[in-house]
Nanobody, 127 residues
Framework: QEQLVESGGGVVQAGGSLRLSCAAS????????MGWFRQAPGKEREFVAA????????YYGDSVKGRFTISRDNAKKMVNLQMNSLKPEDTAVYYC????????????????????WGQGTQVTVSS
């Protein structure tokens, strides 16, 4: 069983930056692909970013490419999301997720391929 806890959310002005972190508790974190998703009120959950278990490949949703960066530290069992040039439309609850089956690259954006989820952290970007 993997437990994920997000932190780092808050309120920031448009153009600002935030860094989200996700701490994992299990012993096999380094074996998991990790992802970040977000959900705004009244909208479906949206893929933000993902990183392979080795850290060798990263993937981004079109709306965040060039602004967000995902990284991981397997020794610390952490995955981070650096968010720059934030926009009001980035406002959402951000969720960390783990894929213990290590699905292929074509699956990383699918929320149904992740079997562990954190509780979410709110990010609010004011205009």
């Amino acid at each position: 069983q993997e437990q994920l806890v997000e932190s780092g959310g808050g309120v920031v002005q448009a153009g600002g930056s935030l860094r989200l972190s996700c701490a994992a508790s299990g012993r096999t974190f380094s074996n998991y692909n990790m992802g970040w998703f977000r959900q705004a009120p009244g909208k479906e959950r949206e893929f933000v970013a993902a990183i392979r278990w080795s850290g060798g490949s990263t993937y981004y949703g079109d709306s965040v490419k060039g602004r967000f960066t995902i990284s991981r530290d397997n020794a610390k069992k952490m995955v981070n999301l650096q968010m720059n040039s934030l926009k009001p439309e980035d406002t959402a609850v951000y969720y960390c997720a783990a894929d213990s089956y290590r699905y292929g690259s074509t699956m990383v954006s699918r929320s149904d391929r992740y079997n562990y989820w954190g509780q979410g952290t709110q990010v609010t970007v004011s205009s």
